[in-house]
T-cell receptor, first 113, second 114 residues
């Protein structure tokens, strides 16, 4: 069975700092990869996704993620965070042949103004 | 509707009672998921419907949990004889059901068992 690991449970940083959230998955076949974000009091929404092609994916709000197949990783990055980036971030994986989404445990990010 | 709709948004129930949670997916979406989000926990997969295929029930935590999807659209998650550990936010999501498509989530139902 596939699993998804997010290394950091909580991250606290100041505005303008750089952010990198780790995500590793265990499935050895072809995968589709996602990062979802949940802002306080809001529903989960898609931040970015990777299906194929360029392993560096750009998403909304200045976020990007890099798929490194050899490391089974899909880390999320943002060069300069804002207070409004305070949220919980979830990495998710599906097998390319199916749609069952498996989520990581989430990382709570607090950006101090 | 424009998005995934879940009802009720909040539900408080007494231990031992049955509850039903409803999900209206986005029109035309053939795949539907239920997840559970507990305080301090990640997203726990419960069940997945894809078109007319048999649902993937591998995430249901016990036989007190069941779900159905009528007419390939609306889904109901039923929890029988609720326990306090069932308290959580229950999230529904839907997708087009083809490969390489994203899931859209509802606002969730916050269930509190007292």
């Amino acid at each position: 069975a596939q699993s998804v690991s997010q290394h950091n449970h909580h991250v606290i940083l100041s505005e303008a700092a750089s952010l990198e959230l780790g995500c590793n998955y265990s499935y050895g076949g072809t995968v589709n990869l996602f990062w979802y974000v949940q802002y306080p009091g809001q529903h989960l929404q898609l931040l970015l996704k990777y299906f194929s092609g360029d392993p560096l994916v750009k998403g909304i709000k200045g976020f990007e993620a890099e798929f490194i197949k050899s490391k089974f990783s899909f880390n999320l990055r943002k060069p300069s965070v804002q207070w409004s980036d305070t949220a919980e971030y979830f990495c998710a994986v599906t097998k390319a042949a199916g749609n069952k989404l498996t989520f990581g445990g989430g990382t709570r990010v607090l950006v101090k103004p | 509707g424009a998005g995934v709709s879940q009802s009720p948004s909040n539900k408080v129930t007494e231990k031992g009672k049955d509850v039903e949670l409803r999900c209206d997916p986005i029109s035309g979406h053939t795949a539907l998921y239920w997840y559970r989000q507990s305080l301090g926990q990640g997203l726990e997969f419960l069940i997945y419907f894809q078109g007319n295929s048999a649902p993937d029930k591998s995430g249901l935590p016990s036989d007190r949990f069941s779900a159905e999807r009528t007419g390939g659209s609306v889904s109901t998650l039923t929890i029988q004889r609720t326990q306090q550990e069932d308290s959580a936010v229950y999230l529904c999501a839907s997708s087009l059901g083809q490969t390489n498509t994203e899931a859209f989530f509802g606002q969730g139902t916050r269930l509190t068992v007292v």
